[in-house]
């Protein structure tokens, strides 16, 4: 039933034929039914799974959109993005450096949600302005982000480390030679989309706009100018918070509410109506991925594949089990949710230890690179936080990202292999 239930999600993605969020709402239940389940015990856990999205993310995520929207409106982001390109003599090649340095400052918040929210909004005009593909934006600053997070109160950290039985502090500091790993490969990635943006444009320079693009700026009338420095001086409050420690969604409720007495006290509803769209898409796919992971995770599927594959995969191959899966993790993860693929830790720590491989050392790959796959794929909610604040087809940018993400992977594996951080 696992493999049917993958089956299909793989078709629906491939064939693009049916909306993949209506697949994830009803098929689990259908599933779930034919396992023996009641329709009332599928309510129990998967509200459950409800509540603890809306818990994580959800509330977060509504008022995180409407305080990023109305910086970005105030102007906010377009005053330092002018005043960075007043002081540097700014290029596309900059602008790639750039979103690998805000991407990487950003993962300090410990959750990829804020983080999207901090790094897009500030570099989109710049993106605007230089014609920079936005996918490839978001693949530059995922690269980064994901090479920060050996962090050990990182919400990556926080999943791999419960899901493994380690601790989070022992396996930070395992982590962090796979980070170094992807210093390189960053350099690398930088090439390769500076080229592939001048192919594209023709220049590294910046693209001349239309006067009815500005024109269209221009005319929103939110723009807050005189406010620029109090709303400064908020957001690395805000920033601060986040770093602090303080739960993500009361920092984002507070700084909403404060921003728009501050900024658009009679014009509140035309940013929230600005935002009601967006994050509604978002909260819709987010429902139906949980709906997906808690029928997988409370009819006995994870348990039934991982039985499976400790009995069915070649004993010549049990030694290099985790190193291949790591190889393949980002084309795994584009089908199956990380959080099912993270299941599967405790089999490769019994098989590290037969071998007399450390835990920690067979799981602290994982940390890095785990999360070069989990922004390219349908099946985790913070894709869709991504592309939303950059306005990209979800569906396009995972086709397109995956395979570079693959690559991505490839390659600081292979640099971990030169320097000895990997083993056999």
């Not at 049916?18 to 023996?36: D, E, K, Q, R």
């Not at 409106?73 to 002018?82: A, E, K, L």
């Not at 191959?317 to 795994?332: D, E, F, V, W």
Request: overall charge positive; glycine content about 6%; some cysteine.
């Amino acid at each position: 039933m696992a493999i049917a239930l993958i089956a299909i999600v793989v078709l629906t993605v491939v064939t693009d034929k049916v909306p993949f969020n209506f697949v994830l709402l009803i098929v689990p239940i259908i599933f779930a039914l034919i396992l023996g389940h009641s329709l009332t015990k599928i309510s129990t856990f998967v509200l459950a799974q409800f509540s603890s999205l809306m818990q994580s993310a959800g509330f977060m995520l509504l008022f995180a959109f409407l305080y990023f929207q109305m910086l970005t409106d105030s102007g906010m982001f377009d005053t330092i993005v002018t005043w960075i390109t007043s002081k540097l003599k700014i290029n596309a090649i900059v602008l790639i450096i750039l979103t690998t340095v805000i991407g990487a400052f950003a993962i300090l918040t410990g959750n990829f949600t804020p983080a999207y929210l901090v790094t897009f909004p500030m570099l989109m005009p710049l993106y605007e302005r230089f014609n920079f593909d936005k996918g490839d934006a978001f693949i530059i600053a995922q690269t980064a982000m994901s090479a920060m997070c050996f962090i050990p109160w990182g919400i990556g950290m926080a999943y791999t480390a419960s899901s493994a039985g380690l601790s989070a502090t022992a396996l930070s500091k395992a982590a962090i030679p796979w980070a170094l790993c992807f210093i390189p490969v960053i350099i690398a990635q930088w090439f390769f989309f500076a080229w592939r943006h001048k192919k594209i444009n023709g220049t590294f320079g910046e693209i001349e706009q239309t006067t009815e693009s500005v024109q269209q700026k221009e005319a929103t009338g939110l723009e807050r100018p005189k406010l620029f420095w109090i709303n400064v001086l908020f957001f690395i409050i805000t920033m601060g918070a986040l770093i602090y420690g303080i739960p993500p969604y009361l920092v984002f409720i507070v700084s909403t509410v404060v921003t728009a007495m501050i900024n658009y006290p009679k014009d509140y509803g035309k940013i929230f109506a600005k935002v009601g769209p967006m994050y509604l898409n978002i909260l819709v796919m987010l429902l139906a991925i949980n709906m997906y992971q808690a029928v997988f995770n409370n009819t006995g599927m994870v348990d039934a594949l991982s039985k499976s594959l400790m009995q069915y995969a070649p004993s010549f191959l049990l030694k290099y089990l985790s190193m291949i899966l790591l190889a393949l993790c980002t084309i795994i993860i584009y089908f199956v949710p990380f959080q099912i693929f993270n299941a599967l830790y405790p089999i490769f720590i019994t098989l590290g230890a037969s071998f007399g491989v450390p835990a920690v050392a067979v799981i602290a790959p994982f940390v890095c690179n785990l999360s070069l796959a989990t922004s390219v794929t349908p099946t985790n909610s913070s894709t869709y936080v991504g592309t939303g604040l950059l306005e990209i087809e979800p569906e396009a940018y995972t086709k397109r990202a995956m395979p570079i993400m693959t690559v991505t992977n490839l390659l600081v594996m292979l640099v971990a292999l030169a320097f000895g951080v990997m083993k056999f």
